[in-house]
């Protein structure tokens, strides 16, 4: 008897995969959710076959620093109900709305970068709701007091179990510092931290001695995806040197600096609007530190919000901007911020914010250690991705973008002396290849066998960001999601949603007593109540 | 249900009020709770009162029935009513929430509120800063408690997050902190005070407006706020001091039950301007019920509102906000009812109503059957966190997975509601 045919072939289209360092026009096979190599006898015939003739195909994009649910995104929603209230322009869609936005823009994972451990059980819980796409979180650690405490009592072992524990008990992915150290001093009435020495009363750390910690915690520990870090002074003028010693200090370790955009400043910290770009200098040392990777958190013009675990810097746009302010500090480990924003084309500061991040795409050499990335919705929505495209892929549409923006801003950025293009196989590199690779999703961002059958197939045309707005096809875990702009219903015939994806750790049982007894001193909530069951999602579900 | 020895639970998890303590260790025998571990009146209370069963499952027209007939005649009773309303939401889990907004969305049901939507409005005009209750319990070292009684409402409350409750910056408790009471009169939490004010409920915004000002260093006329709040303007003036010499507050207040947004507001801006120099939060003190689980998990489910404009509609879902009041009875022919709190609702209503059955009522709670002639159909529930379980959430935003504690005898409300829509096209 024969055995069963592939369920689908997408035949000729132009498969872009630089993950295999493939581009070139062949089939692709699929069969029950993953790629498989093509049939060796030439006769065989897939259940289902899709011509790509003169389309391109690539894996399906890979978000790995958006907002996506929990506390801060139901806070905002709740908070700014009237600027989310067209899904379309929303800021905060709700999860089922915002999981088919992604994939109708041709992604099919994506990253929530924020999660307090003690707001996991309501990522866990609303991102059942994301349908599908596949996702997963990080857990905020760099505030955290039993953290904070083993690195002043310089206890190794204790804070690679706790970490290990924590991202067990939370299914998280991955392990997120940020501002280390400077919103714990913020939460004591303090202020926050403005370099990497300062001490952090109660705890004798620094920012420092945190980042290295926890670098090297992860690493130890083996984690899929490195320390991902969001610096200190974030939106602060001047802040680039507290980010290039950031870098410095992370030197010999592997590490993910995120939405570098907004720690790229120079300026006085006296006179917010003084800040100019020092990407060039950044950008020279990522270049030459082949462990560093950033993600852009690229400034998108218009209304958004700003929604953040570091506190101190959603107090500071709050009075800076007069606008409301959501705030809410929670226990053990971080604060969070949600403020409206707008950003203005004819505002100097703006213009040099969204200059600066199109400097960073262009400056990084090897584009392995960059991913597109608006810090959703912090510089704006995710859904401008085409529009960055576009302009990374034609330097006269960035000139001419240019002239609409206050001309002093050739002072501030170097953007209009940038000549590079990125080619198609760039674009597939810093949206799915690249950031599938710096989380450590060994089947995301790839079309090999064995991949996840996550596929975009776009129509090419003169018009890039028209391409990468409206797939032509979207594939999720082998099955069409998305056909000309039209989702096709959940349920029925395909049921597939996507699954939380967490890392796989083994905490050292012997750990485990020293953790609970600090935790039953410290925290509101019993021992056998902090950890997230895998039922858990189903119950959301 | 928990690791249970015999009829002894660990860690169970108390909804008897607004503190949800989450360490209780109890035993029982059958109905009768031996012991209760934190002592506590409220919490032994409410298990004991969860513990009960009433004797007959389901009743449709006033007669015993059992489930099965229950259930079809409810789906007749939904199949028949055009308009249609759900009150009780405040009063589920977070999965039976996620039930009832499937269910609405089959049924075009809208959802009525059993509390005031002035809350969500003003943090949605001013925004919030806030935080969990291990905040305070960790730093507060100034604690106002203004127009709530915790002492008397949530007894563990004080122990366990703010008067006596030790942290890793109030290492004393309660000789590290000073306590503000602000009420209409003398409270039990007032006793706990060190500085205590009773505060008439008209003049309530006014001394809230005398505070701002004095904290916020404006010019006052004194003799006018002496006019108008008498010789309580000087004691606000204490406790404007008290409140800027903080390292750290807490504001604890009570939403009311016909609240004016101009007074959650009001709150919410002075919290606000606290916060030049110190870190200061404000928190509900919450109730026993999953308000703010409700509120949020309807805020990030897909539920169609019913309103002619489709952008207030999407807001008022963006918001967790409910469609009507549960007040307005009258332009509903059906009311599903859930939970105690609305089951009593709609007895009181249907008591004051005479021998009118409009609207018809189905029921569906621990106590449904024991007013169940007052109802089209009552269908007895298992208690929260007794004899059902599921997730609530805190006042403060903190999730807590609730199991039952005792064997279950019938299906939870999240089951339930799923079997009410059963079989209905979209």
């Known amino acids: ?541 | 249900m928990l690791e249970a020895e015999a009829n002894r639970t660990t860690d169970l998890v108390c909804l008897g009020c607004g503190a949800m303590c989450d360490d209780i260790v109890a035993s029982f025998e059958g109905e009768r709770v031996a012991a209760f571990e934190p002592a506590c009146a409220l919490g032994r209370d409410w298990l004991e009162s969860g513990l009960k069963v009433e004797p007959i499952a389901a009743m449709a027209e006033g007669e015993p029935t059992d489930l099965t007939t229950a259930v079809r005649k409810a789906r007749t009773l939904i199949a028949e009513s055009p308009r249609r309303l759900v009150i009780g939401v405040e009063d589920c889990s977070i999965e039976a929430v996620r039930a009832i907004a499937a269910f609405t969305e089959l049924t075009r049901a809208r959802l009525g509120s059993l509390s005031a939507e002035a809350v969500a409005r003003a943090v949605a005009s001013v925004g919030q800063v806030s935080g969990t209750l291990g905040e305070v319990k960790d730093r507060s070292d100034v604690i106002v408690f203004w127009m709530c009684d915790p002492i008397a409402t949530q007894p563990r409350h004080a122990s366990r997050f703010s008067i006596d409750a030790v942290g890793r910056f109030v290492r004393n408790g309660r000789s590290d902190r000073r306590i503000i009471v602000v009420d209409r009169s003398e409270t039990e939490t007032a006793k706990r005070a060190d500085l205590a004010l009773a505060i008439p409920p008209e003049l309530e915004l006014e001394a809230l407006a005398a505070v701002r000002a004095m904290v916020r260093d404006c010019a006052i006329d004194r003799d006018r706020g002496r006019a108008k709040l008498g010789a309580n303007f000087d004691r606000l003036g204490e406790v404007a001091e008290l409140l800027k010499q903080a390292r750290h507050g807490a504001w604890f207040w009570s939403e009311r039950e016909t609240e004016s947004e101009e007074r959650v507001e009001t709150i919410l801006r002075l919290v606000r301007d606290l916060n030049r120099g110190r870190r200061f939060l404000e928190l509900p003190l919450g109730d026993g019920s999953n308000s703010a689980g409700a509120r949020t998990a309807l805020s990030w489910l897909r539920v169609r509102r019913r309103d002619d404009q489709v952008d207030r509609a999407r807001q008022a879902c963006l918001t967790g906000a409910f469609d009507v009041s549960a007040g307005d009875l009258a332009q509903f022919d059906l009311i599903v009812a859930i939970g105690d709190r609305a089951v009593e609702l709609m007895r009181a209503h249907r008591a004051s109503q005479g021998s009118g059955k409009t609207p018809r009522v189905i029921a569906i709670a621990p106590s449904a059957v024991r007013c169940g002639g007052s109802f089209d159909v009552a269908i007895r529930t298992g208690a929260l966190g007794i004899r059902s379980s599921g997730s609530v959430m805190r006042c403060d935003g903190v999730i807590l997975p609730v199991p039952a504690c005792a064997p279950a005898i019938d299906p939870s409300p999240a089951v339930l509601i799923e079997k009410l829509a059963e079989d209905r096209d979209p």
């Not at chain 1, 690249?434 to 776009?458: C, E, H, M, N, Q």
């Not at chain 1, 056909?483 to 049982?509: K, N």
Request: with cysteine.
């Open chain 1, 1 to 541: 008897m024969n055995p069963r045919p592939p369920e689908l072939r997408i035949r000729g289209g132009r498969v872009i995969d630089p993950a295999e360092g493939c581009d070139e026009i062949r089939d692709l096979w699929i069969d029950a959710g993953k790629v498989v190599a093509a049939p060796t006898d030439p006769d065989v015939k897939a259940t289902r076959t899709i011509d790509a003739s003169g389309m391109v195909v690539m894996p399906g994009g890979v978000d790995m620093h958006s907002h996506l649910f929990g506390s801060k995104v139901t806070a905002a929603r709740s908070f700014l109900p009237r600027q989310n209230a067209n899904p379309q322009t929303a800021y905060n869609p709700i999860p089922s709305e915002l999981g088919l936005l992604y994939l109708g823009l041709g992604y099919t994972t994506a990253i929530d970068a924020a999660i307090a451990p003690l707001g996991a059980r309501q990522a866990v819980l609303e991102s059942a709701e994301l349908g599908a796409i596949d996702r997963a979180f990080l857990v905020l650690l760099a505030n955290n007091h039993y953290v904070m405490d083993q690195i002043r009592d310089r206890e190794p072992e204790r804070l690679k179990a706790y970490v290990s524990w924590m991202l067990k008990s939370t299914r998280a992915w991955g392990v997120k510092a940020v501002n280390p150290g400077g919103v714990e001093r913020w939460k004591q009435g303090k202020g926050n931290v403005s370099s990497l020495d300062d001490r952090v009363d109660g705890f004798d750390v620094t920012p420092r001695s945190i980042l290295q910690s926890l670098a090297e915690t992860v690493d130890d520990l083996k984690l899929p995806h490195p320390l991902h870090v969001h610096c200190n002074n974030l939106g602060l003028p001047g802040n680039w040197s507290t980010t290039l010693a950031t870098m410095k200090a992370l030197e010999g370790r592997r590490a993910h600096l995120t939405h570098i955009q907004f720690h790229s400043y120079g300026g006085t910290l006296d006179k917010p609007t003084s800040i100019r770009s020092k990407v060039p200098i950044l950008a020279e040392y990522v270049n030459s530190h082949a462990g560093l990777t950033v993600d852009v958190g690229q400034v998108i013009f218009g209304d958004t919000v700003s929604m953040t675990a570091d506190g101190p810097v959603g107090e500071y746009l709050a009075e800076l901007t007069h606008r409301p302010w959501l705030s809410h500090d929670i226990e053990l480990e971080t604060g969070c911020g949600v403020v409206p924003i707008r950003y203005e084309e004819q505002s100097l500061v703006h213009a040099t914010q969204w200059a600066i991040g199109l400097e960073w795409f262009l400056s990084i050499a090897n584009p392995w250690q960059i991913a597109l990335s608006t810090d959703h919705p912090n510089g704006g929505s995710f859904l401008a991705y085409p529009q960055i495209i576009a302009l990374l892929m034609n330097k006269e549409l960035r000139k001419d973008y240019c002239k609409r923006l206050p001309a002093k801003l050739a002072s501030r950025s170097a953007l209009v002396d940038h000549d590079r293009e990125y080619t198609l196989s760039e674009i597939a590199v810093v949206t799915r290849a690249a950031p599938a690779r710096i989380l450590g999703l060994a089947t995301k961002g790839r079309l090999s066998p064995g991949a996840d059958a996550d596929v975009t197939i776009y129509q090419p045309g003169s018009d890039i960001e028209r391409m990468f707005a409206r797939p032509r096809y979207v594939l999720f875990a082998g099955k069409v999601r998305i056909d000309d702009g039209i989702a096709l219903a959940e349920g029925g015939a395909q049921p597939d949603r996507g699954v939380l994806m967490s890392a796989a750790t083994a905490p050292d049982p012997g750990a485990l007593a020293h953790i609970r007894d600090w935790f039953e001193r410290s925290s509101t909530i019993a021992w056998r109540n902090f950890p997230i069951a895998e039922e858990t999602e189903e119950a959301g579900e």
